[in-house]
């Protein structure tokens, strides 16, 4: 272990926790999450700044997120912004299901976002590995369906529909996540999901005041304590920009001070910066030993200093 400790390397709690995801294997160790790159294949994203239409330019992008660091590619079908129309379930599978066939038989794993039965099945039977679902699990037949196909299913935290903005009043936002944990694992058992498929999402953003948020991040040793894996959507959040009032777009520190507080649990971080945060956690994974030191070539003038043009 590095003698730089870190206040992320000194919180760590847990052991690592293996996650079987269809064909894949993830074993996830505290202070090292995967990380989880993010593809629209419809638009209405908050912070997506281009909309790539066809398949092969979404193929294009996933791969480079994967070459860029990418250990996982969430595919969303329909984005869950409350201002946006629903796409229909039948555009949503005829978008996603050419990116997921694309994208396994390359061997890349790969989760949907979705809260929609049809949507997942669909994505499921291309080979999806993963389903996260936004409406935490309203419809258990989700995890029926994640158990015939050997995948694993995300339950996020959320007390409102799908594409409904809401701030809701909580009497104790941890508590609340915690009930919906225990309640949709024991929902998601009974239809055949073994509990080590599930993954958990304290749905920053999801129906929460950003001081929820807040509240909801700095309790994640309580979540931890579920021994399961933790995808955190990092990516732009709304309480960070309250905090240092920057839009979606310029929010990169932001995003990495988020995945910084989360990182000591095992699991996933959720974003659109996958350059950025892998080159982040790279440096800091190095620093406490979780990485073995790269071999080094001095003789690489441009890694030690601006070379002058003209």
């Given at each position: 272990m590095s003698l730089l400790l870190t206040a992320a390397a000194a919180a760590q709690p847990a052991d690592p926790v293996d996650l079987t995801a269809g064909a894949h294997r993830f074993t996830l160790h505290p202070g090292a999450p995967a990380v989880m790159g993010i593809i629209n294949t419809n638009p209405g994203s908050f912070s997506d700044t281009e909309h790539l239409a066809s398949t092969e330019a979404q193929l294009t992008k996933a791969?480079?997120?994967?070459?860029?660091?990418?250990?996982?590619?969430?595919v969303g079908t329909d984005s869950g912004v409350a201002y946006g129309e629903p796409i229909d379930l039948d555009t949503q599978i005829a978008s996603a299901v050419p990116l997921v066939r694309e994208l396994v038989a390359r061997g890349v794993p790969v989760s949907i976002d979705t809260p929609q039965l049809a949507v997942a099945e669909a994505t499921l039977e291309a080979g999806a590995a993963m389903i996260n679902d936004v409406s935490g699990l309203a419809d258990p037949r989700i995890a029926a369906a994640c158990a015939t196909h050997g995948a694993s299913?995300?339950?996020?935290?959320?007390r409102v529909e799908h594409k409904k903005e809401a701030f809701l009043s909580f009497d104790d936002v941890v508590a609340d996540v915690e009930q919906l944990f225990t309640e949709r694992i024991a929902v998601a058992e009974a239809e055949g999901l073994a509990r080590e498929a599930i993954v958990l999402d304290p749905g920053l953003g999801y129906a929460k005041h950003p001081h929820d948020d807040v509240e909801v991040l700095r309790a994640y040793p309580r979540f931890a304590a579920y021994g399961l894996a933790i995808l955190t959507g990092a990516s732009r959040k709304y309480y960070a920009g309250v905090i240092t009032g920057a839009e979606p777009p310029e929010r990169l520190p932001e995003t990495l001070a988020t995945v910084e507080a989360v990182r000591p649990y095992p699991g996933f971080v959720r974003v659109h910066d996958v350059d950025e945060i892998s080159r982040y956690l790279a440096v800091m994974e190095t620093l406490e030993g979780l990485r073995e030191l790269p071999d080094v070539d001095t003789s690489v003038a441009r890694l030690k200093w601006v070379t002058p043009v003209g």
């Open positions: 791969l480079g997120l994967v070459e860029a660091g990418a250990d996982i590619i969430d299913l995300v339950l996020l935290h959320t």
